[in-house]
């Protein structure tokens, strides 16, 4: 795409978003641009998803996301961020034409019959619904981790891809068939497990970044961990090893440092503030790092290590089924972020992590899902042509659009999609069991997108054939579930209606979904509790997320 069209999307999204005045903070994950914005009201949210370049739309506390896919995201971000520091004009007080600002201002769908729009509607009643009871501890925590980890994903994912290449011309080199790349691969090396070497002081300084301390002295606490020298230092009777502990000791020795940080300045004397705290910071953060939280949390990260093999490999197929088909209702309740730190030390102990194709399968279920749902809704051309737009960001494992756009308001396809992931997941355990083990050397991606970063115990023909087998039976079950079991007679007799015809009177919820469409499905303003994030990706996604992973 083109500098010009990146522009132009970032100048059709801006007015929508209430203008250059309404928004004061601008990010951007892998696959979402994320805007902290002043008043929500100012945004015209069936405008936004009308775009042609829009995913979707997911909110939570924190910031107001549209998902833009990967690769697009990254370039739309810097020409938005211009429009924004260059626009003067305040934010309009309220939506063109006399609209509602909040993009509620369709006219209402006539009784007995669906839309993609209406669907649209309810998948964000589900979400408003899910941010009332996201506000717990727990999961604001999680949420937390997510942001410290989420902006090493880019890193993670290049580095990954160079180990892959690296990884092939070790083979081609060591059989003999490309001895012109034995100069190269050293190179690739460096390159490739650079990035991981210094992980830990990555996330000392996003994690001070995070809870409110100065950034550089998080990472000069957790810097202490990665040290050579510390080789040198025993604690409880045993030689401590660099980068003992990982990114769980780099997390807790950056947390400790905002609180000494944060003493220091409410006692430490200005006229001294500057040459104090600074030491005071490093040297107790240090110490307690290097006499407590390195062999604790090395322990810790053996054991999550050990954990993960132990599962799949005693699990198998049961324990892949579990993973696969939960991790959907995971994301749903923001219960995904909290693998995120497993992930990363996982692939920063064996280089992959194991866990992460496994989950992937439910983005594999969500794709067979909607495959079944566009042929069995034939005549409702909207909800098609959702899914024609919505399926190649799926295939990819951005599943927002399907999961808000299509399964989750429908219900029944929600659940039926979890089933194909199981399905998937199961596939993939059973090889961990026998032999195969499948990993992955970044969080983030999914789908077809995690092709290049696979990485295992077995030759790469042998681990993508395992994944791509995983990801054709989380197709099929998904397909095969929701097709048979994803809709009740009384739901298709409402929903496959072409949207030109007329229709009965009949009771209806608010936003115009029939209120008797399915007794399972999540009514509007229901729903689960909120939590869908990046990464992730899942890569899912993602919520977060989730992906992602």
């Given amino acids: 795409m083109s500098t010009d069209q990146n522009r132009q999307i970032a100048e059709a999204l801006l007015p929508l978003v209430g203008g250059a005045q309404n928004v004061f903070s601008i990010n951007h994950c892998m696959t979402r641009l994320r805007l902290g914005l002043h008043d929500r009201s100012l945004v015209q949210d069936a405008a936004l998803r009308a775009l042609p370049a829009v995913l979707g739309l997911v909110e939570d506390d924190e910031a ?6 990967p690769g697009k995201v990254a370039r739309v971000t810097p020409e938005f961020r211009t429009l924004v520091e260059r626009d003067p004009h305040p934010a309009a007080a309220s939506a063109p034409d006399g609209g509602d600002a909040a993009g509620t201002d369709a006219p209402p769908v006539p009784a007995g019959h669906a839309t993609a729009e209406e669907l649209a509607e309810r998948g964000e009643a589900i979400r408003a619904a899910r941010r009332h009871r996201n506000a717990t501890p727990v999961k604001l925590m999680l949420r937390r981790v997510a942001n410290i980890f989420v902006p090493l994903i880019p890193a993670l994912i290049g580095c990954g891809i160079v180990a892959g290449i690296n990884g092939l011309l070790t083979n081609l080199v060591s ?5 012109w790349a034995s100069g190269v691969v050293p190179a690739l090396t460096a390159i490739s497990t650079g990035f991981m070497s210094l992980i830990a002081v990555f996330v000392g300084i996003n994690t001070a970044a995070e809870f409110g301390g100065t950034p550089v002295l998080g990472g000069a606490a957790a810097a202490v ?6 080789s040198d230092v025993s604690a409880f009777g045993e030689k401590l090893a660099p980068g003992q502990g990982g990114v769980l000791g780099a997390l807790f020795a950056a947390l ?15 006229a001294v503030d500057v040459l104090v705290t600074p030491t005071v910071t490093v040297l107790v953060a240090g110490l307690v790092t290097l006499f407590g939280l390195m062999y604790v949390c090395g322990l810790v990260s053996t054991g999550i290590g050990e954990a993960a093999n132990w599962l799949l490999l005693r699990g198998g197929a049961v324990a892949g089924f579990v993973l696969g088909g939960l991790f959907l209702p995971l994301v749903m309740l923001g219960l995904h972020q909290a693998l995120i730190p497993i992930h990363t030390t996982l692939i920063e102990q064996d280089g992959f992590t194991v866990l992460l194709p496994v989950l992937a399968m439910a983005g594999a279920g969500q794709v067979g899902a909607a495959l079944a749902v566009y042929l ?18 799926g295939l990819m494992g951005v599943g927002e659009p399907l999961i808000y756009g299509v399964s989750l308001p429908l219900g029944r396809p929600f659940v039926t999609a979890c089933v194909g992931g199981a399905v998937g997941g199961g596939v993939v355990g059973l090889f961990h069991q026998i032999g195969t083990s499948v990993g992955s050397t970044a969080i983030g991606p999914s789908g077809w997108a995690l092709f290049p970063l696979l990485k295992g115990n077995q030759g790469l023909g042998a681990i993508a054939a395992v994944y791509g087998l995983g ?5 099929v079950a998904g397909f095969v579930a929701t097709y048979f079991f994803g809709f009740s007679k009384q739901m298709l007799a409402e929903l496959d209606v072409a949207p030109e015809s007329a229709r009965p009177a009949g009771r209806v919820v608010a936003g115009g979904v029939p209120a008797a469409a399915e007794p399972g499905a999540p009514a509007r303003g229901g729903g689960m509790p909120d939590g869908a994030d990046e990464e992730d990706g899942d890569g899912q996604g993602g919520p977060r997320r989730p992906v992602g992973v």
């Fill in 225 to 230: 961990i990665v040290f050579a020298g510390v």
């Fill in 175 to 179: 059989s003999g068939s490309a001895q």
């Fill in 471 to 475: 990801m054709a039976t989380g197709y």
């Fill in 64 to 69: 107001f996301q549209i998902v833009l896919g």
């Fill in 376 to 393: 069995r809704l034939r005549r409702n051309t909207s909800i098609r042509k959702t899914i024609r737009s919505a399926l190649p960001a």
């Fill in 256 to 270: 400790l440092a905002v609180h000494v940080e944060r003493w220091c300045r409410r006692r430490v004397p200005e």
